[in-house]
């Protein structure tokens, strides 16, 4: 099940890297055609769809590698046991509202799909297809986050803490500022 899940969460930021390439890729056919004097009608609309892909596909890939925000000024000082219990009820908190952002987006998605609403810009298509990186990423962040509450349920560590020690291990403080 591990390798499934992490397959799933890197696949899914991989993805998230392939369409902030093609909102580069787009950005630049669009200057060009604009130089050349050609229409570039429905980019923007594609660059807006990738931007919400590359971020909401982004989610959980993001958390487990640890490149989320979080405030550890508090939970750090606190002796190993109680830290436990605070990455419990942090996490319980955290699938809590995941898991009703998730629960909502595919409802929304869901209604988008049922009433047939298209796109109102050059591109017409079924908002569900743009819309459907929202309920992947949302889908698999509370995935990401139960995954991480149940392992620290386990008395594991959880891995965005792992991450986090393998990069200060190495000397990089990059992340944390």
């Known amino acids: 099940m591990r390798k499934a899940l992490d397959f799933l969460y890197d696949a899914a930021g991989y993805l998230a890297a392939f369409f902030v390439l093609g909102i580069f890729v787009l950005m ?5 055609l604009r130089e050349t004097g050609m229409k570039s009608g429905g ?3 594609l660059v807006a769809w990738f931007c919400a892909a590359s971020a909401f596909l982004a989610f959980a890939h ?3 590698y640890g490149d989320f925000v979080r405030v550890t000024l508090g939970i750090d000082k ?4 109680a830290r436990h219990w605070q990455e419990v009820a942090s996490l319980a908190i955290a699938s809590a509202f995941t898991g009703y952002l998730a629960f909502w987006a595919v409802k929304y998605v869901y209604e988008s799909w049922k009433y047939h609403e298209m796109s109102t810009g050059l591109l017409v298509v079924p908002m ?12 698999l962040l509370f995935v990401a986050v139960l995954d991480q509450l149940i392992v620290v349920l386990r008395g ?13 291990a190495r000397g990089d403080y990059s992340e944390d500022m």
């Open 156 to 168: 594991g560590k959880p891995i965005y803490v792992v991450k986090m020690e393998e990069r200060h």
């Open 78 to 81: 606190l002796p190993a046991r």
């Open 62 to 64: 993001t958390f487990r």
């Open 28 to 32: 630049i056919a669009q200057t060009v």
């Open 128 to 139: 569900w297809i743009p819309q459907m990186s929202f309920v992947v990423g949302a889908t």
């Open 43 to 45: 980019m923007d609309d």
